[in-house]
């Protein structure tokens, strides 16, 4: 198999194309699945590079999923690059030129730069048709909780378009700009959200012999489910439990027991027999404290992301790419986390991969997720490189 390497030098030009829509998109952040205006400025910069074979709604009539398909002169394989377009709820504390104008509306995790960094590889596929295969070209909206890539999945992404294998970035803070980071395998976390709602007895808080009080219910599950990682999950795996949210009564009803309280929180696993598990004792544990307290329990678990899994044999050829592309001293070897990341409904579709992206300097040095986080406009070149570099060569094969 013969493999192209794109070097990011080759890339300036639409580099600073995708850098100019970025701080659009960028100054007008949308959070959820309907993002209206994101749309409008991804499509038009589409147009912009001559592209015309360009879908809309793909995941539905409230869903902004834009699909560019962009055909080489030669036959080949199809593959699927995605981007996540939505913003966060969040406050912006940047002072860049093109800060956001909205209120609690922030591209804090870089999707924005993910965005730019698709239409630099679209761009640069529009004037440079001497290819084989099939790009398909995916920017979705709601990563952040909304399960976007679902929706797109399930609105026929992967036959419509005949997508044999997925590819994508996320930015990565941790990581000097011009470096990429693979992980093999298991890479981000199955990200579920469960409840416990415990209804008593209300009462008097002087006579709590005479009422059932899901409070004290409440209080012992948070920490009986601190055993479920400790004490049911192997050492040589890895789960989170955490409790986040605990609510009850009325914060002027200091003389009031309630009848119900409400246990909120995440759990985060890798396995599907771990978060088979975790379901399991969650619900085991809510019920037996419930029954000991003379209460009902009603535990809910919902199962958001599936864990993400990076193909081995993708991860190796598409890091062996990057090493020529960018250099070997570029190319990082990076650990699991357990964030969720939406993706996965990709790659449960098709092999492929993600990887992370390089964003930190010395004007770029905030987490993602924060006030002062910017995605770093000299990242893609970098990550425009290492993607065409992917699927140039996955289409050949």
């Given at each position: 198999?013969?493999?192209?390497?794109?070097?990011?030098?080759?890339?300036?030009?639409?580099?600073?194309?995708?850098?100019?829509?970025?701080?659009?998109?960028?100054?007008?952040?949308?959070?959820?699945?309907?993002?209206?205006?994101?749309?409008?400025?991804?499509?038009?910069?589409?147009?912009?590079?001559?592209?015309?074979?360009?879908?809309?709604?793909?995941?539905?009539?409230?869903?902004?999923?834009?699909?560019?398909?962009?055909?080489?002169?030669?036959?080949?394989?199809?593959?699927?690059?995605?981007?996540?377009?939505?913003?966060?709820?969040?406050?912006?504390?940047?002072?860049?030129?093109?800060?956001?104008?909205?209120?609690?509306?922030?591209?804090?995790?870089?999707?924005d730069g993910h965005v730019a960094t698709l239409l630099a590889v679209?761009?640069y596929l529009q004037e440079n048709r001497d290819f084989a295969g099939?790009?398909?070209?995916?920017?979705?909206?709601?990563?952040?909780?909304?399960?976007?890539?679902?929706?797109?999945?399930?609105?026929?992404?992967?036959?419509?378009?005949?997508?044999?294998?997925?590819?994508?970035?996320?930015?990565?803070?941790?990581?000097?700009?011009?470096?990429?980071?693979?992980?093999?395998?298991?890479?981000?976390?199955?990200?579920?959200?469960?409840?416990?709602?415990?209804?008593?007895?209300?009462?008097?808080?002087?006579?709590?012999?005479?009422?059932?009080?899901?409070?004290?219910?409440?209080?012992?599950?948070?920490?009986?489910?601190?055993?479920?990682?400790?004490?049911?999950?192997?050492?040589?795996?890895?789960?989170?439990?955490?409790?986040?949210?605990?609510?009850?009564?009325?914060?002027?009803?200091?003389?009031?027991?309630?009848?119900?309280?409400?246990?909120?929180?995440?759990?985060?696993?890798?396995?599907?027999?771990?978060?088979?598990?975790?379901?399991?004792?969650?619900?085991?544990?809510?019920?037996?404290?419930?029954?000991?307290?003379?209460?009902?329990?009603?535990?809910?678990?919902?199962?958001?992301?599936?864990?993400?899994?990076?193909?081995?044999?993708?991860?190796?050829?598409?890091?062996?790419?990057?090493?020529?592309?960018?250099?070997?001293?570029?190319?990082?070897?990076?650990?699991?986390?357990?964030?969720?990341?939406?993706?996965?409904?990709?790659?449960?579709?098709?092999?492929?991969?993600?990887?992370?992206?390089?964003?930190?300097?010395?004007?770029?040095?905030?987490?993602?997720?924060?006030?002062?986080?910017?995605?770093?406009?000299?990242?893609?070149?970098?990550?425009?490189?290492?993607?065409?570099?992917?699927?140039?060569?996955?289409?050949?094969?």
């Amino acid at each position: 198999m013969a493999q192209v390497i794109i070097k990011p030098q080759a890339l300036s030009e639409c580099a600073e194309a995708a850098a100019a829509v970025r701080h659009i998109i960028h100054a007008c952040p949308e959070v959820g699945l309907d993002l209206v205006e994101t749309e409008k400025t991804i499509v038009e910069a589409l147009k912009s590079f001559g592209c015309e074979d360009i879908h809309t709604r793909v995941g539905g009539k409230d869903v902004a999923g834009v699909v560019c398909v962009i055909k080489g002169n030669k036959p080949g394989r199809t593959i699927g690059l995605r981007a996540d377009s939505d913003a966060l709820p969040l406050n912006e504390n940047t002072g860049v030129p093109y800060t956001s104008t909205k209120e609690k509306r922030m591209h804090a995790c870089g999707h924005d730069g993910h965005v730019a960094t698709l239409l630099a590889v679209v761009k640069y596929l529009q004037e440079n048709r001497d290819f084989a295969g099939t790009l398909v070209a995916i920017f979705q909206p709601g990563e952040e909780g909304f399960a976007g890539a679902r929706f797109m999945v399930e609105d026929g992404l992967v036959d419509r378009f005949g997508i044999e294998e997925f590819y994508a970035l996320h930015t990565e803070p941790s990581l000097d700009v011009g470096t990429v980071g693979f992980i093999e395998g298991y890479a981000t976390a199955n990200a579920d959200i469960f409840e416990i709602t415990f209804t008593g007895k209300g009462g008097h808080g002087s006579r709590p012999q005479m009422a059932h009080d899901p409070v004290v219910a409440a209080a012992e599950a948070v920490g009986a489910l601190q055993s479920i990682v400790s004490r049911n999950v192997s050492p040589e795996l890895s789960a989170v439990v955490s409790v986040c949210s605990l609510q009850a009564g009325d914060t002027n009803g200091t003389s009031v027991i309630p009848q119900k309280a409400l246990v909120r929180g995440t759990a985060r696993s890798f396995e599907p027999e771990v978060r088979d598990l975790i379901e399991r004792r969650i619900a085991t544990i809510a019920e037996g404290i419930a029954i000991a307290h003379e209460m009902q329990a009603t535990p809910v678990y919902t199962r958001l992301y599936p864990a993400m899994y990076n193909t081995p044999e993708r991860v190796q050829e598409a890091q062996s790419l990057a090493v020529q592309c960018l250099g070997e001293d570029c190319v990082k070897p990076l650990k699991r986390s357990h964030g969720g990341e939406d993706f996965s409904f990709m790659l449960l579709q098709r092999p492929g991969c993600l990887f992370r992206l390089g964003n930190r300097d010395a004007e770029h040095d905030a987490p993602v997720h924060n006030e002062r986080f910017n995605f770093n406009d000299k990242a893609i070149a970098t990550g425009a490189a290492v993607l065409l570099s992917i699927a140039l060569t996955r289409m050949s094969a």
